[in-house]
């Protein structure tokens, strides 16, 4: 069975802390994402990779950076986190091309006061 | 204008009543997932379709490419449905071999005993 681990389910951080969010999967997905969830704004994605060491700008990805330095392992820094970074964010993989389903962790609820 | 609308956006239903989702997008798409939340975070892929008709148990898609019109129903509804589900489309010519999808922003449902 499919398995995306998100390290925490709640987090809080203060302004101006490096917050790291780490997604591990065990299935050898070549891609993962990094998706922001906000109330009536919906999923949006953040950064993906479909490779160790490569990585791709989503639609937001001002104010975070990506590191995935093994297959299995994608990470979420914020650099200096800010208060509307406040925010639930999923982690998914996708095993191959774009006509596979995503699989999604539980994500984290990340406060920043 | 959001590429992709959902409605409606909240929904409250007796238990065994037949339930339809909406969703409508407005730009040419290769594939269209229904996901599903449930409280917590976790999301599931329920379907992904690009014509015609799939049906999983109770749940049912369908999609109208013509009309960029795509409806979950959910049949015999039970308290345990109660979830928010989301629309989201993998646009046509996306970059990186169709990695990106658009997302909704959800169908908040609740089944009432």
């Known amino acids: 069975d499919v398995k995306v681990t998100q390290s925490s389910r709640y987090l809080v951080k203060r302004t101006g802390e490096k917050v790291f969010l780490e997604c591990v999967q065990d299935?050898?997905?070549?891609?993962m994402f990094w998706y922001r969830q906000d109330p009536g704004l919906g999923l949006r994605l953040i950064y993906f990779s479909y490779d160790v060491k490569m990585k791709e700008k989503g639609d937001i990805p001002e104010g975070y950076s990506v590191s995935r330095e093994k297959k299995e392992r994608f990470s979420l820094i914020l650099e200096s986190a800010s208060t509307n970074q406040t925010s639930m964010y999923l982690c998914?993989?996708?095993?191959?091309?774009?006509?596979?389903?995503?699989?999604f962790g539980d994500g984290t609820r990340l406060s920043i006061l | 204008k959001n590429e992709v609308e959902q409605s409606p956006q909240n929904l409250t239903a007796q238990e065994g009543e037949f339930i339809t989702i909406n969703c409508s997008y407005s730009v040419g798409i290769s594939a269209l997932h229904w996901l599903q939340q449930h409280p917590g975070g976790g999301i599931v892929s329920l379907f992904m379709l690009s014509s015609g008709k799939k049906k999983h148990g109770r749940l049912i898609a369908t999609i109208n490419i013509q009309e960029k019109h795509s409806s979950l129903h959910i049949t015999a509804s039970h308290p345990r449905d109660s979830a928010v589900y989301i629309c989201a489309v993998r646009p046509w010519g996306t970059r990186n071999a169709g990695n990106m999808l658009t997302f909704g922003g959800g169908t908040r449902l609740m089944v009432k005993p």
């Open positions: 998914a993989t996708r095993n191959g091309g774009g006509g596979q389903p995503q699989h």
């Open positions: 299935m050898d997905h070549e891609n």
